[in-house]
């Protein structure tokens, strides 16, 4: 129940900006805490694949355990390999799970040296949204649910219109998705819980934030109880 | 009580705080069950958002008990199990009727600076300063929208 604060509801709302009828490829980029209940998300409302993308090795496997197709941005060219794996088409949507540490009040200066600077596992932020939209089918969809905070550089519009893009993003009306997203925990539809790798007291608290940040110890999620 | 707090870049404290009263009479203070660390933590303890001050306490991600509520808060009671939405809404405003909570209107001190940020500040970093990551309890400030999992969640997964 604890993920319904956040995680859940915006992986889920990832998933659901995907317009999924049934039998879709869905392309994630972050395998994350969010970039998981995505995925899984994406495969209740009826995706067929899913191509999981990311680089820390237990991040891929718990992705893989959903179903997922796991490819590695640091061995693979992903969009090559969406190809390959799309007959050239392209992913019927792209979730861009990663977004940036590119703080929303900041100045533009600070914030485009940020995006300039900054890495994003291993290569530049807007990498990510720019691949996303590369690798999208025509008139397919690319969700964001990756925080953004100001201003991007070297967005592919071009390729967006000529090609028909649907862009959906948003922070999540976490209200909004509670009554059903409760309903399908109850239901046994889901159990968010997978993704909790440690749990320990609050006291604990300091370390594990490090522990967290730093990706060691195969930490994917922090559950602290009093 | 005891809560984690933000006291720099990298630098995160289990600190003795004040406990939490009602402000508000729509307030509701619960007893925190279960907390989280999320990525959007990260970037406080990466010490990226510059509105943060030393002492903040930290959390976005909570669940818990009613404990106490304000006069004016008829959606709460005591006893109630809640989960609490990172994103602070007033459940009544224009934008929060039509469901987009995370474009309320009441809850958003910057909604006049669509240029700093598309007019909403993400509501994780501005939950730190109103959600307590605690032992005994947090203020809420969520008492305007239906209260989902309360008395309903029969046993938590975290």
New interface residues.
Partial sequence: ???????F?TGYMAAEFCNIQGGETIAIWGC???GQMAIRSAFLLGAERVIAIDTVPERLEMAKAAGAETLDFKDDDIYEKIQDMTNGRGADACIDAVGT??????SLDSVVD?IKTATFMGTDRPHVLRQAIHCCRNFGTVSIVG?Y??LLDKIPMGSAINRGLTFRM???????Y??KL?AR??NGDI???FV?THRAE??D??D???T??DKKDGCI?????? | M???CWHGK?D???DTVPDPRIEHPRDAVIR????????????L??G????MESGDVVG????GEVVEVGAENKKLKVGDRV?????I?C?ECFF?KR?????CERSNP?KDKPQ???G??????SDTRIFS????GARLNISG??T??SA???S???
């Fill in positions: 129940m604890l993920f319904l604060s956040d995680i509801p994350g805490p969010v540490e590119a703080d929303a009040t900041a940020r925080v905070g100001g948003a922070q999540t009306p976490v209200q909004a509670l009554p409760l925990i109850e159990d968010p819980s909790i609050l006291k608290g300091p594990l934030y490090k967290f940040r999620k922090v559950v602290m109880k009093p | 005891k809560a984690l990298g995160i404290r289990y925190v069950t279960a907390c989280a660390i999320c990525g959007s933590d990260l970037h303890l990466n990226v958002i510059p509105s976005h991600e909570t669940m989960v609490v939405p990172f994103t809404a459940g929060c469901g987009f909570y995370s474009g910057n700093s940020s598309g909403i500040p993400p509501p994780a970093f990551a605690d032992t005994q929208f239906p989902p999992t309903r969640s029969k938590p997964t975290a």
